[in-house]
């Protein structure tokens, strides 16, 4: 029953900046880590960046400095501000989270969005 559904990807320019977002529903119990992956034509899928209960973040080298891992907690979402976008970003972009179902789980287990596309391209 739980779901994540990420939007926000489109086709930008290098330079420019893009926000995913990605949105849990479905019968939560509760939310731990959530995380961004992508995975380019060809190429293995990649952690992007990472972010705990308690805030803390993880972030891959290429994107550091350049992206930004939230989450809001009251609404069961976690965002990725994409800023300086650069051609090798090119990817879809999966969210990905360790979710406890309540409505049969008594511990989480981790769930993945349906992937949304990002295209850096002048």
């Known amino acids: 029953q739980v779901q994540l559904v990420e939007s926000g990807g489109g086709l930008v320019q290098p330079g420019g900046s893009l926000r995913l977002i990605c949105a849990a529903s479905?019968?939560?119990?509760?939310?731990?880590?959530m995380a961004w992956y992508r995975q380019a034509p060809g190429k293995q899928r990649e952690l992007v960046a990472g972010i705990g209960t308690g805030g803390s973040t993880v972030y891959a080298d290429p994107v550091k400095g350049r992206f930004t891992i939230s989450r809001d907690n009251a609404k069961n979402t976690v965002y990725l501000q994409m800023n300086s976008l650069k051609p090798e970003d090119t990817a879809v972009y999966y969210c990905?989270?360790?979710?406890?179902?309540?409505?049969?789980?008594?511990?989480?287990?981790?769930?993945w969005g349906q992937g949304t596309q990002v295209t850096v391209s002048s």
């Open positions: 479905g019968s939560i119990g509760s939310i731990g880590v």
């Open positions: 990905n989270a360790f979710i406890r179902d309540s409505a049969y789980d008594r511990v989480g287990r981790n769930y």
